[in-house]
């Protein structure tokens, strides 16, 4: 889940990194003095910048199609957290440091927070909200949380949560060095990493012995 | 609701020379502004939400409202704002120096309760600028037990260090972002805060509004580690702002707003000096230490360092000097173990010296100093000091030295793997391990539920429902039976403990235990009403209460609870015990009637200063082409009384070992001299331990005395703090070990180029030992 793939990921959607800044910048957003910028444009006259994309769109999200009106410089954390009211995915830096904002776009781990809400059109997004089977049942990752009680504060937990969701899937026989590499882009303040670790082995246990992932 | 936006200062310390915000007012979307002419007056030397005269650089000057984020601040960015710089300074021993400037215009320091200038003209600067702590210059604070120059003369060995401990942000993961709203005269606020009923009242004040007429919203907290003990003076600005603009306020803190305004742990320049005996007794301690202050407020970290210090080694003999200097860097707050970490950071690596020095085993010498039953320790009142409720240090220490295999451990000392040597280290840590006095609160319901009300505050590690336990303990009655309330002040909470310093478990055990032991005695004066015969008559069990040996002949908890109601008075909270705190009385008033209520203080005795102790062993190793360390290893035993829930247990003495590391690893400020401006402001400039510093070849280990603390009714300690200098000190030990017998670091963080610096002793220091922020 590191920068090369997000921008990877940018540029098989046809926005790059400089055009995601110019479009910032061409809507007249302050960015020096706002790390968070959110604009409902209720009452407030946008200029709409040339090349700028088109602002309702529909997201796939948790399995179900969502019509949301998006800005064309707007975060996924952004359109998920206060567009959609999916506040289980956290922003902590809002800049690509903690991971506590990580989401499953096509079942890869992205930083929602550095992620373009129009990147992700016409790609599958599930968020924590998502995890639960339709009959309640958790996913290996939430049964091993709730098992070994992972997580103090657990304000980077949902972001940890989704990454290891993503370790399950692609290695459930990750060692223990593995998944510290796998999870070495999210950050927990309270530290609380020997448990963590702990929760990924058990998650991937549950994997292994085939509890549904 | 609207979004606010702050307007930051640009310099570390300045005056607003004039400010226009009609553009910004006049822009579509913009609902509001809020100055610091709209607050309350704030007494120096305490922190306000918002300044006219700003002491570091993000400090918050004023806050726009606005439909949006984006319009919010492209509005902070339309104020005309013009500053006049003011003299500023970044380095305690600056301030000191004779001609050097003050952080504050009305001084440096603070004498009583009067900003004052101190300037240390007699000492000798040069010796500063060799890298040794002056001594001699003014003090604030000092005290003496025993007589410290006799001490020394009986010591075979004395070792005279300067020595240096770094500031440390928070880094909360959640920042302190707030929302507030008024309805019908009433502040609805939701904060981020580690204590809900301690921070009720200061926020009441900062708004200027009745306790009653606050409600706070705070179930959960995502990290604090003491930056939000009671709130903080930036929750002012949702709740004024929002009053302002008559509507709901959002104030989103991002994360460089927190790296400025969230607080850090206070710096340390110190000298000590240390005698000892042949076989490692510490005989004498005399202390020189200079805290960085930040601009605001009066944390004592030094103090509370020097108390940390006599219960660690138990000098006969100690003296301690010291003062704290304002500087114009982020403001200090308590972070976890405050005082307690700068101790073992800057001490450990001197008893461990001399350990090796004396040629002495190094846990050894943490044993033979160690506290140990109710011993004595810190400063003096009237002469006397005070003593810790228990001790099983040296208990710990002899279930680690099998447990962790002690020997095994020092037996790869210096092994070395391609350019790869093992270091291992160990190192004590004491802390404050509770709080006493506060009140229990419970209501048992007509459905037989027992509701246990507590306004601690809950950051995760699980103590405010931990502690319920113990009121279902006091009435023998099933977990499963017990419902907890929490997290808001409308839900009638009582007084509580901060969450806070390790407070929590021994508070609330307490006050439950008071509160149960209450109830008990309600449900027996009822059943005795009801059934005939006295109280004493009756056992409570397992939701019931009932005639002794006749189970039967008895009533449930809900039958009992609708009994109470109909009793009233004192059974149902309409009459109350007249010492408990206005809070507990609000809130069990406010409960009246809903069943037995039962409202307690704790009264039992505390058999003196609640504290438990950790004990961190780290294996590392390091690379010495590179500089790079690598945990191999880390384990750590404790004394905390009895185990309360094993899980969070462990996961406290862990994630504070790892906190631990951050300080001995790399967590600092970077700031630029000539200007006072922050490089490093991030996470990935003031990096705190990753996943990938923690061991990972196996589970990390962890042992406990598990005796009871003789002053508690469940016999538990807290165990929050102490684990973090026992990592901090374990793995500082650890890196000196690696490199040789004859090497030590008197300055934390370790920095690789400090490494490559000892290991090639004709490259010259990149800076003074006691230089700050580089």
């Known amino acids: ?25 061409a809507t007249g957003a302050s960015v020096s003095a706002s790390n968070y910028v959110l604009r409902g444009g209720h009452g407030v006259a946008l200029a709409q910048a040339p090349g700028s994309v088109e602002r309702l769109v529909t ?38 440091e903690c991971g506590a904002c990580t989401v499953l776009v096509d079942g890869v781990a992205h930083y929602s927070c550095s992620t373009l809400t129009h990147q992700v059109r016409g790609r599958e997004v599930m968020t924590i909200e998502g995890l639960e089977g339709a009959d309640g049942s958790l996913h290996p990752v939430q049964q091993a949380v709730v098992d070994l009680q992972g997580f103090q504060c657990a304000f980077c937990m949902s972001g940890f949560v989704m990454n290891m969701v993503e370790l399950t899937n692609e290695n459930p026989d990750a060692t223990r060095a593995e998944a510290a590499q796998h999870l070495s882009g999210n950050l927990c303040r309270c530290v609380d990493y020997n448990r963590i670790l702990n929760v990924a082995e058990k998650a991937c246990e549950l994997t292994r012995n085939g509890m549904r992932s | 609701m609207v979004f606010a936006k702050l307007l930051l200062s640009p310099m570390p310390h300045a005056r607003v020379r004039r400010m226009d915000a009609s553009a910004a007012l006049a822009m579509p979307g913009v609902e509001g502004i809020l100055t610091a002419d709209d607050i309350p007056e704030t007494e120096a030397p305490n922190e306000a939400s918002l300044t006219n005269e700003p002491h570091y650089e993000g400090e918050p000057i004023l806050a726009i409202a606005a439909i949006d984020e984006e319009t919010a601040a492209a509005a902070v ?47 000798n600067w040069n010796e500063y600028d060799r890298g040794t702590m002056p001594l001699g210059g003014e003090v604030t604070d000092e005290w003496e037990v025993g007589d410290v120059e006799a001490g020394f003369a009986e010591a075979d060995l004395v070792l005279d260090e300067t020595v240096f401990s770094a500031s440390l942000s928070h880094q909360p993961l959640e920042t302190r972002t707030s929302m507030a709203y008024w309805q019908n005269g009433k502040c609805y606020m939701h904060a981020s805060t580690q204590s809900t009923a301690r921070t009720e009242g200061g926020t009441a004040r900062a708004l200027g509004i009745d306790p009653t007429d ?76 200079v805290q960085d202050g930040g601009p605001y407020g009066r944390s004592g970290d030094y103090m509370s360092c020097a108390d940390q210090a006599s219960l660690m080694y138990q000098p006969e003999h100690m003296r301690v000097r010291g003062l704290t200097i304002y500087t114009n860097t982020p403001p200090r707050a308590a972070q976890r173990a405050p005082g307690g970490v700068q101790a073992v950071a800057m001490f450990a690596p001197i008893v461990d010296n001399a350990a090796k020095q004396l040629g002495i085993d190094r846990l050894e010498i ?41 020997a095994g451990m020092q037996a790869r000392s210096k092994q070395r793997n391609g350019t790869k040597v093992t270091g291992i280290g160990v190192a004590l840590s004491s802390y404050s391990a509770g709080a006493s006095g506060v009140d229990g609160l ?40 017990a419902e907890i309330v929490w997290g808001d002040t409308s839900k009638h909470l009582p007084w509580s403990a901060v969450q806070a310093g390790s407070m929590t478990t021994h508070a609330h055990t307490r006050s439950n235990w008071a509160a149960g032991l209450q109830a008990k005695q309600f449900l027996q004066e009822i059943a005795a009403a009801q059934l005939g015969g006295s109280p004493g008559d009756f056992t409570v069990s397992n939701g019931r209460v009932y005639r002794s040996g006749s189970p039967s002949q008895g009533l449930s908890f809900g039958r009992a609870a609708e009994l109470a109601i109909r009793a009233g008075g004192k059974f149902d909270g309409h009459e109350l015990p007249e010492d408990i705190n206005e809070m507990t009385t609000r809130a069990a008033t406010g409960l009246a009637g809903r069943g037995l209520v039962s409202a307690a203080k704790d009264n039992f005795e505390t058999g003196g200063r609640n504290m438990s102790y950790a004990i961190g062993f780290a294996e590392v190793e390091v690379d010495i082409e590179t500089g790079a360390v690598q945990l191999k290893d880390y384990k750590v035993a404790s004394d905390a009384g009895t ?18 590391f951050g300080v001995a690893l790399g967590q600092k400020w970077v700031m630029d001299p000539q200007w006072g401006l922050h490089v490093a402001k991030r996470f990935y400039s003031n990096r705190p331990p990753t996943i990938l510093d923690v061991p990972t070849e196996r589970e990390m280990a962890w042992t406990a005395a598990d005796l009871p603390d003789p002053f508690n009714p469940v016999g538990c300690k807290g165990i929050g703090e102490a684990p973090v200098g026992a990592g901090a000190g374990a793995v500082l030990n650890a890196i000196a070990d690696a490199l040789g017998d004859d090497v030590h670091f008197n300055r934390s963080p370790i920095m690789r180029d400090m490494i490559l610096t000892k290991l090639n002793p004709e490259v010259p220091e990149a800076h003074n030992l006691l230089t700050t922020h580089v």
């Open chain 1, 59 to 96: 997201l796939t999200v948790n399995g179900q199609q969502r019509r949301v009106d998006v800005m064309p410089q707007e975060t996924l954390a952004t359109t998920l957290r206060y567009k959609l009211g999916l506040t289980g995915t956290k922003i902590g830096c809002d800049r690509a």
């Open chain 2, 77 to 123: 960015e339309a104020v005309d704002i013009e500053f006049e710089p003011l003299p500023f300074v970044l380095d305690p021993m600056e301030s000191l120096r004779p001609g050097g400037p003050n952080a504050r215009s009305q001084g440096n320091t603070m004498a009583g309760r009067d900003l004052s200038t101190i300037k240390w003209d007699s000492v």
């Open chain 2, 214 to 289: 606050l409600v706070l919203i705070a179930e959960y907290c995502g990290g604090g580690f003491g930056s939000k003990i009671a709130g903080c003076p930036q929750d002012q600005i949702s709740g004024l702002l929002s009053r302002k603009v008559g509507k709901p306020v959002m104030l989103r803190v991002t994360r460089q707003e927190e790296n400025f305004f969230g607080k850090a742990r206070p710096g340390i320049q110190a000298r000590a000096k240390f005698g000892f005996r042949s076989d490692g007794r510490v005989v004498a301690l005399d202390l020189m230490m």
């Open chain 2, 366 to 406: 943490i044993r033979v100093n160690a506290p140990e039953g109710q011993a004595v320790f810190g400063r003096p009142r009237q002469g006397v000091q005070g003593n810790v409720s228990s001790a099983f240090v040296k208990e710990a220490v002899d279930k680690a030295r099998d447990e962790f295999d002690w």
């Open chain 2, 643 to 660: 185990i309360l829930h094993p899980q969070n247990f462990g996961a406290q003495l862990h994630g504070g070992g790892i906190q631990g």
């Open chain 1, 1 to 25: 889940m590191g920068d090369v793939e997000h921008i990877q990921t940018a540029e098989q959607q046809g926005v790059s990194r400089r055009s995601f800044i110019k479009g910032v910048i």
């Open chain 2, 442 to 481: 419970l209501v048992i319901r007509p459905d037989g539920k027992v509701e246990i009300h507590n306004g601690a505050g809950n950051l995760g590690t699980e103590s405010f429902s931990d502690t319920s336990r113990a009121a279902m303990e006091a009435l023998d009655t099933p977990w499963e039976q």
